[in-house]
């Protein structure tokens, strides 16, 4: 039997097994890179530190004041990315479908009674989790990029710092 021989219900379940645990993957995706955005934002403010060290150490060496403002806009811009990402990781209020809602579906009365109607009734309960969880998800996303956005500005203008320190050195 081929797809197009089927019902509606059958497509939609099909896709329904297929949408929701690739939306919970997502979420998953979603999670660890912002995980590594923290990280990495971490990281470079602790290289940024020591960049900084390593220059007021110079005894001859003042940086020029420009240098100072782009290594503090930097070191704000990775703080940024650090806290969106964070933003972005926080636990959101996914729907679930309730366990005792579908405890009546088990019941006696229930059990041998033609399924129909109970497959449409689960049907439009999954495509409501489904919805749910798109769009926290889409909320996670969206944080996400904000921070990979201002991590790269922070590279952007630590690298600009150092071009500055290197022609004036």
């Known amino acids: 039997?081929?797809?197009a021989d089927?019902?509606?219900g059958e497509a939609l379940t099909k896709l329904l097994d297929d949408a929701i645990p690739a939306e919970r993957a997502r979420k998953t995706s979603l999670e660890a890179r912002s995980l590594a955005v923290i990280t990495s934002s971490g990281v470079l403010v602790s290289l940024l530190f020591g960049?900084?060290?390593?220059v007021t150490k110079a005894n001859d060496y003042r940086p020029p004041t420009g240098v100072l403002v782009l290594l503090i806009v930097a070191a704000a811009t990775y703080t940024s990315a650090a806290v969106l990402a964070i933003a972005g990781n926080l636990p959101g209020r996914y729907y679930e479908i309730d366990a005792d809602s579908l405890a009546a579906l088990a019941s006696p009365e229930e059990w041998s009674q033609p399924g129909a109607d109970a497959e449409q009734q689960l049907a439009l309960a999954r495509l409501g989790l489904l919805t749910?969880?798109?769009r926290v998800n889409e909320r996670k996303a969206y944080?996400?990029?904000?921070a990979a956005?201002?991590?790269s500005a922070g590279i952007l203008i630590t690298t600009a710092a150092l071009i500055v320190i290197l022609a004036s050195a």
């Open 51 to 54: 960049l900084g060290a390593v």
């Open 132 to 134: 749910d969880w798109r």
């Open 149 to 151: 956005a201002a991590e």
């Open 1 to 3: 039997m081929s797809a």
């Open 6 to 8: 089927g019902t509606v």
């Open 143 to 146: 944080w996400l990029i904000l």
